[in-house]
T-cell receptor, first 115, second 113 residues
Framework: ETGVTQSPTHLIKTRGQQVTLRCSSQSGHNTVSWYQQALGQGPQFIFQYYREEENGRGNFPPRFSGLQFPNYSSELNVNALELDDSALYLC??????????????FGPGTRLTVL | DQQVKQNSPSLSVQEGRISILNCDYTNSMFDYFLWYKKYPAEGPTFLISISSIKDKNEDGRFTVFLNKSAKHLSLHIVPSQPGDSAVYFC????????????FGAGTRLTVKP
């Protein structure tokens, strides 16, 4: 059974650019959640995708958007990057949309640096 | 405001002793709490949880205690082992949007041999 994988591992962008981060969910999981973890803070919920539809969103602006594909893998897109977007981006997959009450399995994250 | 607070950024204990990690929350509507453990370069992994209808849940060396009146929970690790050295996050689903998991800032535990 393959766990949650994310790519790339690290990424450096400049302010104003756009970035796409990718996540492959664990086998059998149809729900993917994305989190932003700034330095010294805990993860913050960005949004969740269930069966290719956004299914709940945290307090993030519309320039944070996502997609989920038929194989349940997912992308996080961030437009017009700002310095404060520098963070570790984590995705987590789960077997259904029982929300955060369902056990979530996290990937290792993508470290984004915005210069 | 994440509404979940871990006020101790770090904790160091000797191998074999007890580790106690603390967590406070401000939202009295939280009804389920989780602890996650995170090693460097890995994602957080689920460790143990507790429902608000309980005040204690135990799983091997790990016990979580919940004090609802104080809005406080703690994770006890007995005995502590060097492999327990990691960052520990306290978390709770947001009752207003239960897909939204609220995390504390984490406590880095170091267990010295």
């Amino acid at each position: 059974e393959t766990g949650v994988t994310q790519s790339p591992t690290h990424l450096i962008k400049t302010r104003g650019q756009q970035v796409t981060l990718r996540c492959s969910s664990q086998s059998g999981h149809n729900t993917v959640s994305w989190y932003q973890q700034a330095l010294g803070q805990g993860p913050q919920f960005i949004f969740q995708y269930y069966r290719e539809e956004e299914n709940g969103r945290g307090n993030f602006p519309p320039r944070f958007s996502g997609l989920q594909f038929p194989n349940y893998s997912s992308e996080l897109n961030v437009n017009a990057l700002e310095l404060d977007d520098s963070a570790l981006y984590l995705c987590a997959s789960s077997a259904s949309t029982g929300g955060a009450y369902n056990e979530q399995f996290f990937g290792p994250g993508t470290r984004l640096t915005v210069l | 405001d994440q509404q979940v607070k871990q006020n101790s950024p770090s904790l160091s204990v000797q191998e074999g002793r007890i580790s106690i990690l603390n967590c406070d929350y401000t939202n009295s509507m939280f009804d389920y709490f989780l602890w996650y453990k995170k090693y460097p370069a890995e994602g957080p992994t689920f460790l143990i949880s507790i429902s608000s209808i309980k005040d204690k849940n135990e799983d091997g060396r790990f016990t979580v205690f919940l004090n609802k009146s104080a809005k406080h929970l703690s994770l006890h690790i007995v005995p502590s082992q060097p492999g327990d050295s990691a960052v520990y996050f306290c978390a709770a689903p947001n009752p207003s949007n239960n897909n939204d998991m609220r995390f504390g800032a984490g406590t880095r535990l170091t267990v010295k041999p």
